[in-house]
């Protein structure tokens, strides 16, 4: 029988909690800081346990977005298997936990790797690539956030204009939805610099945006979800 050591790991702002789960369902806590330093002190801390496992260590952790891309990097150079999961996905399927804290998440996601460990598929981490257009298109969408807010401001102000003189805060408002404007093109056009950069990411666009009803942002949002369709079991 295989004896596999599941390590779920908590990845908050500042900290890593991590707990071992053993196979007989015994399980060990500890708590890292997210850097360098603090991966080689996680690894250090399970090859320990090493002992305790005749097959392979599994490592998981929730998809935290930026706090989590600094793990998943560490482990992939050092091509060590670790499972990359959404949240919501660990929580459906493990129903409900009583106690929420770091610890008692590390744990829940420990177990989750030992139940599912068959059907889940191993993550390595995205090219560089694909993580500077997924923080560029996040730009752009706060930029989109930020000229929808002003926009509103300006209509809010042109009916306070009936009975204030409000020409100095309309004139400021205007001007930043130009500014956001002019942001807002500048970042589009250094994702489209990367996309035709790169031969295959450009085909796949190409190919999405012939899909009717598919548009440019939307076929760069599923390049950067699917991390150029390679998330799929072949």
Not at 8 to 22: E, N, Y
Not at 39 to 47: K, P, S
Request: glycine residues 8%.
């Amino acid at each position: 029988m295989e004896k596999n050591l599941s390590v779920g790991i908590d990845v908050s702002k500042l900290v890593l909690d991590a707990t071992v789960l053993f196979p007989n369902g015994d399980h060990a806590h500890q708590q890292f800081k997210i850097n360098k330093v603090g991966f080689g002190q996680l690894l250090r801390w399970v090859g320990k346990f090493i002992a305790y496992a005749t097959c392979r260590t599994v490592f998981g952790f929730e998809d935290t977005g930026v706090y989590s891309v600094g793990l998943g990097r560490f482990l992939s150079e050092l091509k060590l298997k670790y499972v990359s999961e959404n949240a919501c996905r660990i929580r459906r399927s493990m129903g409900t936990v009583r106690g929420k804290d770091d610890k008692a998440d590390s744990l829940l996601i420990a177990r989750y790797l030992k139940r599912n460990l068959e059907e889940l598929s191993f993550n390595g981490a995205a090219p560089d690539l694909l993580l500077e257009l997924s923080q560029l298109f996040s730009q752009r969408e706060r930029l989109l956030k930020e000229k929808s807010a002003h926009k509103a401001r300006i209509r809010e102000l042109k009916v306070l204009g009936r009975c204030l003189d409000v020409r100095f805060p309309l004139r400021i408002e205007k001007e930043m939805v130009c500014l956001l404007d002019r942001k807002l093109k500048e970042v589009q056009a250094e994702i489209n610099r990367l996309i035709e950069a790169q031969r295959e990411l450009r085909e796949k666009k190409g190919l999405l945006c012939s899909v009717p009803g598919v548009g440019e942002q939307t076929a760069t949002q599923m390049l950067i979800l699917t991390r150029g369709f390679t998330r799929f079991p072949s």
